[in-house]
Structure formats: structure tokens, C-alpha cells
């Protein structure tokens, strides 16, 4: 089937104890491609056809230039730039600027990392559905999980019907370990507020700690 990819990513991120493994995966995934990028792809006519074509975002571009190869970004970032000169017309009235404009900033928006990211990430979503059809151990891992951030939640929501004749199931399981996730979240927000009111500054901590960092990682969508 055209949507299987290897496996052995999310198994490895589901066991992690981590937020959220679609998020993990998303890492691993991104410092890969960011790898990729900054070497063999550098001298690869076709890749360099993507690069000049969609250039990269200012995340990965941050990412790009904290590797070890500086050369590399510069000499993508050349083609990059003569593709945009290519592009860019002298703009003659204001129909035509606000067209250009809107081309323009699309193309400072694109990204071929962000591009490549979200095709694997498609099948990363169909294939976590499928295995929970296909592989019996995997529907008990996910049901231990500790739940996703908001966006990989609503993405395996979107591709819940890979898991063909168990889709309910499939839904049923993460949904409870989604809201089993929010509970506790709102939880340990409850009891990290607490702490500011001066009868309640000695209890302890507990787990409630880190709660807005949590929140900021759990209900937002983060590029990474």
C-alpha cells in the first residue's frame, strides 16, 4: 500500500516518554532533513532545483546556519536569491503590485524542508491509524500513551479511516487518551496557580511545576 512507510519510528516514539509522539517523530524528521540539507543534498541538481524553487523558512534557515557548513547555505541561498530576480517583475500599477505581493509572500513563506516534513508526517498519521488495524501490540501502546499536542490530535482525527473496520476504536482510544491528557493538564494549571495564593505557597509542587510549559507545547502547534 502506498501509505506504508517503516515502523520502526513509531514504535520507538511511542514508547518515549515524551509530550507528544507525533511531536518526536516530527523532530527526529526535522533534524534529519536540516542534516540533509546542509550535506549531500548541497551539491544534488534535483535538490537544489527544490531549494531555489521553495527556499527554506526562517526556522530552518536558524536551523540551516547553527550546523557545519555555513558553504553549503550560502551556495543554496545563491540559486535561491537568482530564482527570486528571475521572478520579480517591476510592478506598474497597483493591480499588478498587489498581485506580485501576494506571490511574493508565498514564496518568503515557503519552505522544502517544512514541504518534505509535512508529505512524510502525512504518512507518519495513515500509517499509526493502519498499524493499530494491522498490529494487535500496537493498539495496547497507544492506549498507555500519554495523549498528543492539539494539531497531531486533530491530524490522526483526519486519518482515523486507515484504521479501516477498527476506526471507531481507533477513535475511541484516542480520544481517551487525549482527554485523559487535557484533564491532567488543567489540573496541574489549577494547582500551579494555587501556588501564587499565600495560604496555599507551601504545598508541594507535586507535577504542576512545568504546567505552562507543558501548555504552551500541548495546545499550540510548534514548527519544528
Known sequence: MQYKIHTTPIWDAFKKDCLCPMCEL???????????FLNEAVMVPTS????????????????????????GVALQSITRTEHLQNI??????????????????????????????????DRYYMTVANMYYNEPPFMKVLNDSQGFCLYHYAKLLENAHYARSKTEQFLECIYSVEITKLSKLKSDLNSFTEK????????????????????????THRKI
Not at 26 to 36: A, K, P
Not at 91 to 101: C, D
Open 88 to 121: 520579480l517583475k517591476p510592478p506598474v500599477n497597483a493591480k499588478t503590485a498587489k498581485k506580485q505581493a501576494e506571490m511574493l509572500l508565498k514564496e518568503s513563506m515557503s519552505c522544502i524542508i517544512c514541504r518534505e516534513m509535512e508529505e512524510i508526517m
Open 196 to 219: 501564587f495564593d499565600y495560604q496555599k505557597k507551601d504545598i508541594p509542587w507535586g507535577t504542576s511545576k512545568d504546567s505552562p510549559l507543558r501548555a504552551s507545547k500541548i495546545l
Open 26 to 36: 516530527n523532530e527526529q524528521l526535522s533534524t534529519r532533513l536540516v542534516d540533509r
Open 48 to 71: 537544489r532545483q527544490l531549494v531555489n524553487k521553495y527556499g527554506f523558512c526562517s526556522h530552518h534557515y536558524d536551523l540551516l546556519l547553527m550546523g557545519d557548513n555555513i558553504l
